[in-house]
């Protein structure tokens, strides 16, 4: 079934949170997106803690993660969820500014599924976002667990 | 064995001393056997002389009065004389008249039948003495007495001469052998003693030694500076030694500071990466909604949101290449045999030439080098995409690739091609960072490309230079030094 | 007549044939003589020299030089064999520094003072008597008489072998008080004289 599924965003600068959103707009893919401003409130959406104790059951589809968040960054969300049984198969792709090598080497050591550079260009930006959304957020099967668009 | 070590200055002395007694003897020897050779001959002349006037004063009566027999009877008394072969008595008109043969049988022509135009006087031949005497009558010369003497008695006494004056010499030269032999000692000993100091010296390098012995005359103050030399690169040493353990603090100091440089440097260009670029992608993504947007704008406002966008997005370029180029000078060198044909076949199945305009490559085998793989391709990447953006606009585009030089030491690479060239006046600002020959209308770049390729090149200890002309296209070069390979 | 025709040929020939062969025989012994002239010539040059040269070989006693200077006499006693010839051979000689002269005599109580004299052969019959009268004088006798030195001359000249040779008589050259040169003694002939003078 190519229908949207949810996509969890996880970006700490409001411009990129607008310029991101904007970009899967573009693309009709902005509907099921949730925003989370840190790590924290990532960690907290995915144990449906806190705040969103009260959020519909069900994984996102996939993890749009940035690495450079206070409190708690990327790289720390993605060692917790890959070490947490029942989310070390959500999807998770870095959308990042960061080129360092061992910001690669890092993510793919904790077994992140895609590493994107965003683009300075918005163009590009928009066309990237495009296939991330288009891949994860329909094609792609999820794993089991992740929740689907409630009627 | 010490000896022998020494033998040569031993035997310079030795032989010195021998060959200047020697030579003195042989030279006194030679003067005294000339001077007595001399004497001898004088006297043998003498001799003769006086036996002949006494001969010839015996034979007057016997030429006056013709008397042949009488004549050769007085000759005949030279016998007593061994020493003469022969003699004979002339008359006033000069033909022989009576003669004496010591040995008959032998020589029949001792003596000429005419005296020929000898006169008184004698002559010294190779084996004999000739010696002609007038016997007068009355004051006048009544015939000629010749007399022929051999010159044993010269010979003999020279011999003599030479035997006692050889025995003296040889005598000499042995006492002097003895003498100097003994005598030597006192300068080879000393001298000996320093080189194996000197020796010791310089296997321990133990600069505390000093040469001992006798310190006066030269040799002795050879010893002093000897001494006082060792004690100078001692102190020499020490300092030495101090100054390089100060060094190695300060090399310590020095490479902690550069560690610790570098460390910030790489948090620098870490934080440059993610947080410098944020806000560019801000205000590029920014521009450009609001550039899709429309909003009320009218021409020349869109025209201003356009170059926000544009400059965003230059400075975006700019601060991709500033990190790549930091990067290349930070990481480790990783070295590899790397075979250049293969990075090369790499480098140009990405570069994705313009099918419109087919380029003519001319790529030559090249040599497998030692050294990072992935900074030389980036320096073939950035060649190759230099040489196919300026050769852009030519007609017929030509890129040549090949090896300009293979030496011993260093090979060196160059990349041709026919576009657009360059003025060698601005030779110097080609390799520089950002630094650019063409506008950003004319071709697009950031001048980072050629800054990279000499950063790379320069840490694997190459050189890069270029030469070109405008509208005649560029070469570019660089070299690799030759590893010497130690092992296979 | 053959006979007498023949033998008068013959007759009238041989006065010359015997002029002819005489005159022959004369050039023969004159040519000879002629050569044993000039042979005697030559002899007397030898001669002459000689006695020359005895003038050197010879010490007279210095009494017979009344002083330095005066000439040695070489006399001529009787017929002159010499001629020109001894004039030319002593001419201008000096023999220590004494010039020679050169005298003829005629008797021999003139020649008592020569210090050579050459007794000449046609004086050999008186030869015995001359020497007599020469007793206790320093003069040199010299001659060519047959057994000159024999018969008592000091010096007598012979030829042998076409070679001028000479006799010396030493009692006679001892008696005369004259010393001869060992020089000369070994060229000559010793021989014995008579016991005196004239015997």
């Known amino acids: 079934m190519s229908e949207l599924k949810r996509i969890l965003l996880a970006e700490d600068n409001e411009n990129d949170i607008e310029l991101t959103l904007k970009a899967l707009a573009e693309n009709r893919l902005a509907n099921e997106v949730i925003v989370v401003k840190d790590g924290v409130e990532a960690l907290d959406y995915l144990y449906r803690r806190g705040k969103f104790s009260s959020s519909p059951l069900g994984n996102p589809a996939v993890t749009l993660l940035d690495l450079k968040m206070p409190k708690v960054d990327g790289l720390e969300v993605l060692r917790t969820m890959r070490a947490d049984p029942k989310m070390h198969a959500i999807p998770v792709v870095i959308l990042t500014s960061s080129r360092e090598e061992r910001d690669l080497v890092e993510s793919y050591r904790l077994g992140v599924n895609a590493y994107v550079v965003k683009p300075v260009k918005f163009q590009q930006f928009v066309e990237a976002v495009k296939t991330l959304g288009l891949f994860w957020g329909v094609l792609n099967e999820p794993p089991v667990g992740s929740v689907r668009r409630v009627a | 064995m010490a000896l022998f070590g020494n033998a040569s200055v031993r035997l310079k002395l030795i032989l010195a001393s021998i060959l200047g007694s020697g030579t003195a003897l042989l030279v006194f020897g030679a003067v005294i056997t000339g001077f007595d050779l001399m004497a001898l001959r004088a006297r043998l002349v003498r001799r003769m002389t006086v036996q002949a006037d006494i001969v010839g004063a015996n034979c007057l009566s016997a030429l006056l009065f013709n008397d042949q027999k009488s004549a050769e009877d007085t000759l005949a008394a030279l016998k007593a004389d061994p020493r003469i072969l022969g003699a004979g008595l002339y008359t006033a008109d000069r033909k022989l008249f009576a003669t004496y043969l010591r040995d008959p049988a032998s020589g029949a022509r001792v003596m000429d039948e005419a005296l020929g135009d000898a006169g008184e006087g004698h002559l010294l031949m190779r084996d004999r003495l000739r010696l002609s005497r007038s016997v007068l009558f009355n004051g006048a010369a009544a015939g000629t007495v010749v007399i022929l003497c051999d010159l044993r008695e010269i010979t003999e006494s020279l011999t003599r001469d030479v035997v006692v004056f050889g025995s003296v010499l040889l005598t000499s030269l042995l006492l002097a052998l003895a003498i100097s032999s003994r005598l030597q000692r006192d300068i080879t000993q000393p001298i000996l003693h320093l080189a194996a100091t000197a020796r010791r010296v310089s296997q321990d390098k133990d600069y505390s030694v000093r040469a001992t012995g006798d310190r006066r005359g030269e040799i002795g103050a050879l010893v002093v500076a000897f001494n006082e030399m060792l004690e100078e690169i001692r102190q020499q040493e020490a300092a030495l030694r101090g100054a390089q353990d100060e060094l190695e603090q300060r090399v310590v100091e020095r490479t902690a500071q550069l560690q610790a440089a570098n460390g910030e440097l790489e948090a620098f260009s870490y934080s440059v990466s993610h947080d410098l670029r944020a806000p560019i992608r801000h205000i590029a993504g920014f521009a450009e909604i609001l550039e899709a947007d429309g909003a009320g704008l009218n021409e020349a406002g869109r025209r201003h949101l356009k170059k926000i966008a544009q400059a965003a997005a230059r400075m975006g370029e700019l601060i991709d290449d500033l990190l790549v180029f930091s990067r290349m000078g930070r990481s480790e060198l990783q070295a590899a045999t790397v075979s250049l044909a293969d990075l090369l076949k790499e480098v140009l199945k990405e570069a994705q030439p313009d099918v419109q305009r087919p380029i003519d490559w001319r790529i030559d085998p090249l040599p497998t080098v030692h050294g990072d793989a992935a900074m030389l391709r980036l320096v073939f990447a950035n060649l190759v995409s230099n040489a196919m953006k300026y050769t852009a606009k030519s007609e017929h585009p030509r890129i040549e690739i090949g090896v300009d030089r293979d030496e011993d030491r260093e090979v060196v690479i160059r990349v041709r091609d026919n576009g657009v060239g360059f003025d060698m006046a601005y030779v110097s600002k080609l390799f520089g960072v950002f630094q650019r020959l063409h506008r950003a209308d004319e071709f697009e770049g950031t001048g980072i490309g050629l800054a990279n390729v000499r950063r790379i090149i320069n840490r694997h200890g190459g050189r890069t230079w270029a030469e070109g002309e405008l509208g005649h296209g560029a070469a570019f070069y660089f070299s690799l030094p030759k590893v010497k390979e130690s092992t296979t | ?199």
């Open chain 3, 1 to 199: 007549m053959v006979k007498a025709a023949r033998s008068s040929r013959w007759t009238r020939l041989r006065p010359a044939l015997l002029l002819c062969v005489a005159s022959a025989f004369a050039l023969a012994s004159d040519r000879a003589r002629g050569d044993d002239a000039s042979a005697a010539r030559s002899d007397y040059r030898i001669k002459a020299a000689y006695l020359y040269y005895f003038t050197t070989f010879v010490d007279w006693p210095s009494e017979t030089f009344s002083k330095s200077g005066d000439a040695l006499v070489i006399g001529v006693l009787g017929e002159d064999p010499f001629g020109a010839i001894l004039d030319e051979t002593l001419r201008g000689k000096t023999v220590k520094d004494r010039p020679l002269l050169v005298k003829r005599f005629a008797s021999i109580k003139e020649a008592r003072d020569s210090h050579i004299l050459f007794i000449s052969s046609s004086e050999q019959d008186r030869l015995a008597s001359i020497l007599k009268v020469l007793e206790g004088t320093t003069v040199l006798t010299v001659g060519e008489i047959d057994h000159f030195a024999s018969r008592g001359g000091e010096i007598g000249f012979r030829v042998e072998d076409k070679k001028v040779r000479f006799d010396i008589n030493v009692t006679a050259v001892e008696r005369a008080r004259l010393k001869v040169s060992a020089q000369l003694m070994k060229l000559g002939r010793i021989v014995e004289g008579p016991g005196h003078p004239g015997g």
